[in-house]
């Protein structure tokens, strides 16, 4: 039970804060669906309460996303998943892979707005199931692996501030319990308990055009359309890369899978204009590396940091907006979890920088005034990174090209 009755002390704090909030514009309240995605780290709260030991706090970052409904002042439904990633060890042996988890919530929220409408201290109670997977392992001596399903209840705190009219920051803590997933050690199941408290930062953003709330909200909206004048905005994007150049090496020796897994990507920028705009464009996936024969070597992560110019014509009553987009900048590439040892299969790569030109086009689809779907077909290319296999140097070009979909958000 460590760490859990700050929940209890944090939501009386957050209520004490909502009831002096001043007053600000925007107080009518009505059934409103929204989408929030957070981003922190997990503390695990029991991480050396069996023979394999959880790192703590998590080694990367916890990242949720959650779809809801606000169907009162007060209360309101929401879906989230939840992923998190840490290591797991040995006292004698230390670290032994990779260790994820992934929950999937359906919970209850409770919320108090201030008599401003603009801070909303909330509560949320909720369960389902979640998933503990060794996803990655750097000691091949330790006979430990799988993965396992496990039932898993949620309660949480939070507060969350309106920077506009439908999008609102926030803070959150959330207590994951009775979350328990097997793994296979030794041949045996051997329970982990994964149980944390998951601090996250996050931005909801509500979706107005379908709600029912009174006209403040609904029936005297600004129109679904892009705008003339500046707007800075942040885009969220999910999808999966094409690896254009698997066998495009100095020698016979390595392949890379041709279909990525799951592609992270994002970018902070502005519409200057009607016509045009700039961002700073983020990137992450990864491959897997193999032998000629097909035989797995390791994973192999990249990810890029762009500077691009967008090219944009609004059309549709500019509710449809097509776009050209293109640049340059930096990428980088290094071995990630690998799948044999290397007194195996000698293969050698530290991670590499490396500059590289990215071109493509894309489209937004207006779903209120702030709020548009985005879809992105986007080539990176001249990456080339140097590795070698059984001490023969190569050169292996990850370029790549992004299918992607997401949300931009602007704030004006």
Known sequence: MRGRPFLIGALVLLAAVGASTVAWAGNDFGARPYFRLGLGRSLFLSPDSGPLHIISPSGQPLADVTVGWDLSKYWGVEFSVDYDKTDLTSPSLGTLGDFSTIAGIAAIRLRYPSPSGRFVPYAILGG????GDFSGRKNFTYPVGGRGWSPVGVVGVGGEYFVYRNIAMGLEARDFFAFSPDLTV???KQAVNADAIGLLASMRVYIDSPGTGPKGFTKNLPPAMDSDKFRPYVVVRGGQAVFTNTSKLSGNGITIDSTSGPLLSGAFGANF?????GE???EYTRSQLRTPGGYKITGYPVWTMLALIRL????VEDRVVPYLIF???????????RDVPKSEINFVSSQQKTFVGAAGVGLDYFLQDNVALNFEIRDTFGFQTDVSLNGVPLKLDPSFVSFTGGIRVFFD
């Open 128 to 131: 389902g199931y979640g998933l």
């Open 186 to 188: 030794a041949g045996m």
């Open 273 to 277: 204009s009607r016509y045009w705009g």
């Open 280 to 282: 700073l464009a983020f």
């Open 312 to 315: 944009r014509y609004p059309m």
């Open 327 to 337: 640049g340059g900048g930096a990428g980088w590439a290094e071995t990630g979890d």
